[in-house]
């Protein structure tokens, strides 16, 4: 049995005690920032206290960073643990849901007992267009826009997030853009949401440490709102110590190292361009990609057998992220994390060899 997410690694280590090369997690394959390392090691003696409950020295960092008031950001165990705090400070009657896409927005729109919407985003292109517009109306109270969207790796035009912006504005929708992939797209700032901060009342950026500095282990999420009301009512809901004091120290150290952000882009950008490629050239057909992580389909055509492809790929030590529970999907789809060139090279390989 394994869990609905990828980075299981733990359900799929192989018998003999080998832990697979885990492609179902989006992560930087850089890992955690050297920086951040030496501050865990160098603070790790005063983590006997508690942590600051609300976050002052990381919300003024990320202040400075966004160049925004620090009142308008709320820290997190995680961006889904902000998720859940969300919804539990609105609970909306009516929320609204792209699908396929990251499940703990339906999960934890569940808890909350609303009712809860759906557009689906069509084979092949899998991209939002005009026709959701007509879905955000005054009874939608929430609405969660994961821009580049998970699992497909599609980035929305940034005029269709305009049109999206202007409606839920119009109809006084919260507005949730999950943009924890933005910093591994070829331009991060140009395709941002956050310009519309000052201009929108009810607007929340989901930003996370957990994928671009790979703090997937510490847990450091954090939210930009459009008001310090909308920070202090999320920032209120749920536990009161919500960050660690590692992942504090971790994320402070890693705000400073700007030449691993870059390090990080030009490796995602090289490596996405090698595999794309190498992995139509196999069969596979390869169905969207702008971030670090590459969603693909097994075609009808295919000489990879679905109903074993999983298994035959762990067996030969690579965990892949099946799509095949996202509501709208099948066990033909797949995600596969963009890492580095000798672990992509060793992909290629098993797929090569599961062909032969």
């Known amino acids: 049995m394994y869990m609905i997410h990828g980075g299981d690694i733990y359900s799929a280590r192989l018998s003999g005690g080998k832990t697979p090369l885990d492609f179902s997690s989006n992560l930087n394959p850089l890992g955690l920032p050297k920086a951040s390392v030496r501050a865990i090691k160098k603070e790790a003696a005063g983590f006997a206290v508690y942590p600051d409950p609300l976050c002052r020295r990381l919300r003024s960092a990320l202040g400075v960073e966004h160049k925004t008031d620090p009142e308008r950001i709320v820290c997190g165990a995680g961006a889904a643990d902000i998720i859940y705090r ?75 997030v305009e049109a999206i912006i202007e409606k839920c504005n119009a109809t006084q929708t919260l507005l949730v853009i999950d943009e924890c992939f933005n910093g591994f797209l070829d331009d991060p700032a140009g395709n941002s949401a956050d310009r519309f901060l000052d201009t929108v009342s009810k607007l929340v950026i989901l930003k996370a440490f957990t994928k671009i500095y790979a703090m997937a282990g510490l847990r450091l999420g954090y939210a930009l709102c459009s008001t310090p009301e909308i920070a202090g009512g999320i920032a209120n809901t749920g536990q009161s110590w919500p960050v660690s004091l590692p992942a504090e120290r971790a994320g402070l150290a890693a705000l ?78 797949y995600r596969a994390a963009v890492k580095k060139p000798s672990d992509n090279d060793t992909l290629i390989a098993a797929l090569e060899d599961l062909l032969s």
């Not at 007992?113 to 092949?124: A, C, D, I, N």
């Not at 109306?137 to 929305?156: D, I, R």
């Open 86 to 160: 969300i919804v539990r400070c609105y609970r909306p009657g009516r929320t609204l849901l792209l699908s396929p896409a990251f499940s703990e927005y339906e999960k934890a729109a569940a808890e909350a007992g609303g009712e809860t919407g759906y557009f689906r985003l069509e084979y092949p292109r899998f991209n939002v267009d005009t026709s959701l517009l007509p879905l955000i109306t005054n009874k939608t109270e929430l609405f969660f826009l994961c821009n580049p969207n998970n699992p497909t790796g599609n980035l929305a035009p940034f005029e269709m």
């Open 256 to 333: 400073e190292d700007q030449a691993y952000l870059k390090r990080s882009r030009d490796l995602v950008r090289r490596e996405r361009g090698r595999l794309k490629p190498l992995l139509s050239n196999l069969g596979l057909e390869v169905l969207g990609g702008e971030a670090n992580y590459i969603f693909f389909r097994l075609p009808e055509d295919s000489l990879f057998r679905k109903e074993t492809f999983f298994q035959d790929m762990l067996d030969r030590g690579i965990l892949l992220r099946s799509c095949g529970n996202y509501p709208s999907l099948d066990d033909s789809y």
